[in-house]
């Protein structure tokens, strides 16, 4: 009550009309969300005003000059009022917005971008003030950002861990490093740094030399995004990523959603953890469509016997990428024809001054398949290459 003083005694107002003006604006300026609905004012004996507040629906409720922090948030424990822990706090915003993590308000709010306007630039699409409402990037309601907002942000809390090891059981470091930043700038840079682990073998037959890596780039890239997408960001925690001479693991956080085997998900079935994020991704053209990841990456590994593996627990999910270059890998225990590999010996039997860019578009596929495609047949003894470059020529052995 305004109008009564800490012992409980009747302390008239001078100005009735002055305070109550005070009072409404006050509370109106100075919490947010608006609470001015849940608020009732009512005058006693015209030297007194009584304030009732209700249970507002969109807690919590802020001191607009802190922020929703806790030092902005209070609590009420007893006769007093206290600040609300952090706990506290994602338990209200969860209990208001639902329960998606990428559409909850984040608990930090002082958020820059700078490493997400580089990459939305670089793939030219505008980040703009329409486009952060848009994508949910902001909560339309309040105007505050949301944990997919804080993701894409310079102040992610949340980091990528790549750990090379010197043996298979992953006891002996090598090398390791952690990438943080915002999500785009993690995935960057764990790429990059990969693809410093996947070495290139060469193969000298005559004057002909070709190049063949442990793990396709075009496989690395989707095991990673991914790993990214798929992540269940309600846990701390990071992105693990081990590297041995015989494969690499990559380990995210949260298992499948429910109903969900991996068979689903190498048949293409995808259910989205983070929609808002999926989309993101979807329209910088990270992704191709939603579901088509894993199955991409098991194409790479048809023709070998050394499968990638999936690994699901509650809380995990681990997807395996074995070393093509690792003496057993290739499949050789059938010398069966595949039908694309037959395609390709009836085109370089036609022509065998055939291009690499004229073998792709015959057989329909892009130049890392391509490079596979006649890795395999190389060393199967289907094919032989003379030359390079603008003189090299294909044989069938």
Sequence with gaps: ????????????????????????????????????????????????????????????????????????????????????????????????????????????????????????????????????????????????????????SDQCVHSTKIAVFSDEQNTIFRDRK???????????????????????????????????????????????INAIIHRDYSFSGSIIINVNDRCIEFISIGGLLPGLLPEDIRNGISQLRNRNLANIFHRLNFIESYGTGIRRIFSFYADYADKPEIAVTANSFKLVLPNMNVAGNLNESTQSITPQMQKMLDCISKNPDITDEELQAALGIKQSRLYILVNQMKTSGLITITGRGGNKQYHIA
């Design 1 to 152: 009550m305004v109008g009564v003083n800490k012992a409980g005694e009747t302390s008239p107002l001078v100005d009735i009309d002055e305070a109550y003006t005070r009072v409404t604006n006050n509370i109106r300026d100075a919490i947010a969300p608006d609470v001015t609905i849940f608020v009732k004012y009512t005058l006693e004996n015209n030297e007194i005003i009584r304030i009732e507040v209700g249970e507002g629906s969109y807690k919590p409720y802020y001191l607009k000059s802190k922020g929703l922090k806790p030092t902005g948030v209070y609590v009420r424990q007893g006769t007093s009022s206290v600040q609300a822990s952090p706990e506290q706090i994602r338990q209200m915003i969860k209990n208001a917005d639902g329960d998606v993590f990428e559409e909850l308000r984040s608990l930090e709010q002082d958020l820059t971008f700078s490493s997400c306007e580089k990459i939305f630039k670089e793939y030219k699409f505008d980040f703009n003030e329409e486009k952060v409402n848009v994508l949910e990037i902001r909560n339309h309601a309040q105007g505050l950002y949301t944990n997919l907002g804080l993701l894409i």
């Design 178 to 224: 952690e990438f943080a930043g915002s999500i785009f700038e993690q995935m960057e840079d764990a790429y990059n740094y990969l693809q410093l682990c996947n070495r290139n073998r060469s193969v000298i037959d005559g004057l002909s030399r070709t190049d063949y890596w442990d793990y396709p780039k075009d496989a690395i890239r989707e095991a990673l």
